[in-house]
């Protein structure tokens, strides 16, 4: 009787070390099933082309503006001439902000989401045949980090059809510092003289942009 016991303790225990090693073995599929997966559902990070870099030195010439109050408040940039930006576009070619025009220059981070709401709707715009002819449009591409979403902001900003010249700041945001930007979308209105018309932070109601630039354009 206890030779029996014994073989039949021994059978319950070769059939739970098999069943722990089949259990292991799944437990190994799935682990690898499950990386492969989030190997193929994982997007690739977005390529850029070789010539193209998503910050590009810039040189200010002129004072400083003083960092937008806010909307509401007072504004004493309003009539001060901003200092010129030299810089270049993604692919190097030379960009460069000054008097001239009247010139709109909006200030965009890929990762805000308002300036993702922004961008088509500045798009739509231009495209719509409605902006004035004199109103010169520049981008400034600032703050592009890369370990953020949305990144590298060329490729944002080609998939949005963004016409208007575009120029990329570099690692410190100097362009951005220079025109007193404190958030995101900034705009910043220019006479032909380069004097501060208005200047606004954050994502305007829909048609304000439009009615903001005719009634400047119109005085």
């Given at each position: 009787m206890a030779s029996q016991r014994s073989r039949t303790a021994r059978s319950r225990r070769r059939r739970w070390s098999s069943l722990?090693?089949?259990l292991g073995l799944a437990a190994v599929a799935l682990i690898a099933g499950v990386a492969v997966l989030v190997t193929?559902?994982?997007p690739e990070p977005e390529r850029v082309d070789a010539d193209v870099e998503q910050y590009?030195?810039?040189e200010v010439v002129g004072d400083a503006l003083d960092p937008y109050p806010g909307t509401g408040l007072a504004d004493p940039s309003v009539g001060q001439v901003a200092p010129v930006l030299s810089g270049a576009a993604f692919d190097g070619t030379p960009v460069t902000i000054e008097p001239g025009q009247p010139t709109l220059v909006t200030f965009l981070a890929h990762w805000c989401s308002h300036c993702q709401a922004e961008v088509p709707r500045i798009v739509d715009w231009i495209e719509s045949g409605d902006v004035p002819?004199?109103?010169?449009i520049v981008g400034v591409s600032t703050s592009a980090t890369s370990t953020r979403p949305n990144f590298p902001p060329s490729n944002w900003l080609e998939r949005e059809r963004?016409?208007?010249?575009v120029m990329a700041d570099d690692v410190l945001a100097t362009a951005a510092q220079a025109f007193g930007v404190n958030g995101f979308p900034a705009l910043?209105?220019?006479d032909a003289d380069g004097s501060v018309l208005w200047r606004t932070s954050g994502q305007l109601p829909d048609g304000a942009l439009e009615e903001m630039v005719a009634t400047t354009l119109a005085a």
């Open positions: 722990h090693i089949v193929v559902l994982a590009r030195d810039v002819p004199s109103l010169r963004f016409t208007p010249t910043v209105m220019l």
